[in-house]
């Protein structure tokens, strides 16, 4: 029905959004009642002209009286429905929302006016208004019930929209546009919750806070970032306390699953999980530790920030401010009569080499590093001025690992690929190991998708999923590793042993 009234009216269809606000100064002067009788509204400023939704563009009476309200300004039509009209306007009164949605509390910062001037002083909210205190509430509420990982607050000046974006599964996403009058309130509000210091806008600061929910308490961490034309950017990272997911639910394939368990259980080694930022590595570690997380073992573990607690495990949170940083947390652990040491990240040659004598003086060792794949990280280690001969000793195995978007599963579908599109997937498997899987290019092949629904907010995608690549440590990789071989000739052996690398992983699920 949107696509018929937008090509017979030649210009876009809008349906109702409770995320699109129109704007307050546009709505100024402008008679809510009238509106509604009229079925229009200025929706949002766009290339210099204002949007307008009406239920029909082409009646010139009511064309005649937008001009004349909007004083002539250009102006850019959208078609929607009456009902989405009204309910945008309902929204811009602060009625039928919710007591806490979005659309109210933003209500109520315009019926708390914001003066006509828009200096920096006297036309602004005030960071401890009710209100702003809601929004920023709301904001971080709104979050947690998307499953976003981090929350950007982006202004660009009182004349412009500030944009608040989400990123959720690994993509940022619109969430909401708060007038740029209410910037500095927002910011200064979240700075307050982080026990920063507002008055200082010229410079880059990091704190963080507990934020309590009905049912649970999450945590933020904040960093804000004075940008061009006197603006400050908030970014905030969630860090809600993550369950422990247990190693048979982490989605490995068949083989992977066996060789990380076998080597979880050895009494004394190396295990190293790699990969970048985001990427799933502490939730796999805390996996395996769980896994061997047993009454006779000792397990301690240093961690910025502590982000997964577990019973049974001495969890340690490092303060490099202080100089107590990861090779100090593993210097003490070492007095402190362990079976398994688990270190956050190996970020520099003292802590690696600690690592790699903990892991040779009878202790099991699990640790991160941002590498890009298994095979580099060996050379990473040895470019860091560890020992290879040690090395090679010490290491158990290395995990690599990312997280791919996971298709909805509301909306999956199967479809019958391009013969193009096979012969990618072949080109990326490799043509050798591919043909092991004996699937040929036929009526029968098939792939999914998702078409995009409600639950997954017409993307398509819900949720993400690790791929693994797994690298055992064998006598014949070892030898590789402390003669200093080239990472080709590493990664045919391992492949020869039965690695898949990160994309047969991916493909194969």
């Known amino acids: 029905m949107g696509v018929a009234l937008s090509q017979f009216y ?8 409770e995320r699109i606000l129109p704007p307050p100064d546009l709505l100024k002067g402008l008679r809510l009642e009238y509106l509604r009788r009229n079925f229009w509204l200025p ?35 959208a078609v929607g ?50 209100a702003v205190i809601r929004l920023a509430n709301q904001i971080i509420v709104d979050a947690y019930k998307a499953r976003a990982s981090d929350i950007h607050i982006e202004p660009y000046g ?14 940022c996403a619109e969430y909401q546009k708060i007038p740029g009058a209410y910037r500095r309130a927002i910011v200064a509000r979240i700075k307050i919750m982080a026990q920063l210091d507002i008055a200082e806008r010229r410079k880059p600061q990091d704190g963080k806070f507990k934020f309590k929910l009905n049912d649970r308490e999450i945590e933020l961490r904040v960093a804000t970032i004075p940008t061009a034309n006197q603006n400050e950017d908030v970014v905030m990272r ?29 009494p004394y080694g190396l295990i190293l999980c790699v990969g970048p930022t985001g990427s799933g590595k502490t939730t796999t570690l805390h996996s395996l530790l769980g896994h061997i997380n047993k009454p006779e073992r000792k397990i301690w573990t240093a961690e910025d920030p502590v982000e997964i607690t577990q019973y049974g495990l001495r969890q340690v949170q490092v303060m490099p401010k202080i100089g107590f940083d990861f090779a100090a947390a593993m210097r ?3 007095r402190a009569d362990p079976d398994v040491i688990m270190v956050g990240e190996m970020r520099d040659e003292e802590t690696a080499s600690t690592g790699i004598e903990a892991s040779l003086t009878g202790h099991l060792v699990f640790s991160t590093l941002h590498t890009n794949s298994a095979v580099e990280t060996v050379v990473r280690l040895l470019d860091m001025g560890c020992d290879s001969f ?16 996971r298709i909805c599963p509301d909306c999956k579908s199967e479809y019958h690929p391009e013969r193009a599109e096979y012969d990618e997937l072949v080109e990326a498997f490799g043509e050798q190991a591919f043909a092991q899987l004996n699937l040929k290019y036929d009526e029968s ?5 998702g078409k995009g629904c409600a639950s997954c907010a017409k993307t398509g995608y819900r949720g993400r999923v690790g791929i693994h690549e797994l690298l055992i440590a064998t006598d014949e990789i070892k030898r590789l590793i402390q003669t200093k071989a080239r990472v080709a000739e590493m990664l045919e052996q391992a492949k020869a042993e039965g690695m898949t690398t990160l994309v047969q992983d991916g493909v194969l699920k």
């Not at 009164?93 to 006016?113: C, H, N, P, V, Y």
Request: proline share 2%; hydrophobic share 40%; net charge negative.
């Open 238 to 266: 969630v860090l809600s306390s993550s369950e422990l997911i247990p190693l048979d639910k982490v989605d490995m394939t068949p083989r992977n699953l066996r060789e990380i368990k076998k080597i979880a259980e050895k």
């Open 10 to 17: 030649e210009c876009p269809f809008v349906e109702y959004d």
């Open 158 to 171: 009182a004349q412009r929209d500030t944009v608040i974006r989400y990123r959720i599964d690994g993509g």
């Open 43 to 77: 929706l949002r400023r766009e290339d210099g002209a204002i949007v307008v939704l009406i239920d029909n563009p082409q009646d010139l009476q009511r064309v005649d009286s937008v001009s004349q309200a909007l004083k002539n300004r250009k102006v850019k039509w």
């Open 445 to 449: 092949f098939v792939l999914h998708r």
């Open 390 to 405: 040690n090395f090679a000793d010490a290491l158990l195995g290395i995990m690599g690992q990312r997280l791919v978007k």
């Open 332 to 334: 003490a652990f070492l």
């Open 81 to 130: 429905l009456r009902k989405d009209i009204l309910m945008f306007l309902n929204q811009a009164g602060g009625e039928g929302a919710g007591k806490d949605s979005i659309g109210t509390i933003l209500g109520d910062l315009r019926a708390e006016d914001v003066a006509d001037t828009l200096d920096v002083g006297a036309g602004e909210l005030d960071e401890n208004d009710s």
